[in-house]
């Protein structure tokens, strides 16, 4: 069995909110690479996601969730 974290809220949160990751790279500072791990489903820091709560004010279950396949 293998266990995932899946980014797929974080992505369902920019767009309710109507942020893109335009915004979060060039107005919140966010690293595209980053972004870019997320969206390969590579693991990120608690820092980073401490961050990404706070700039998109919201839960850390807006963000990642946990998956087993």
Not at 28 to 42: C, I, P, V, Y
Request: with cysteine.
């Amino acid at each position: 069995m293998i266990i995932l974290i899946s980014y797929a809220p974080f992505y369902e949160t920019l767009f309710k909110k109507g942020i893109t990751e335009y915004h979060l790279i060039f107005k919140q500072g966010f690293s595209a690479n980053t972004l870019h791990r997320m969206k390969q489903g590579k693991p990120i820091n608690t820092t980073t996601l401490d961050a990404l709560c706070y700039a998109l004010d919201c839960e850390v279950s807006d963000i990642i969730k946990f998956e087993k396949e």
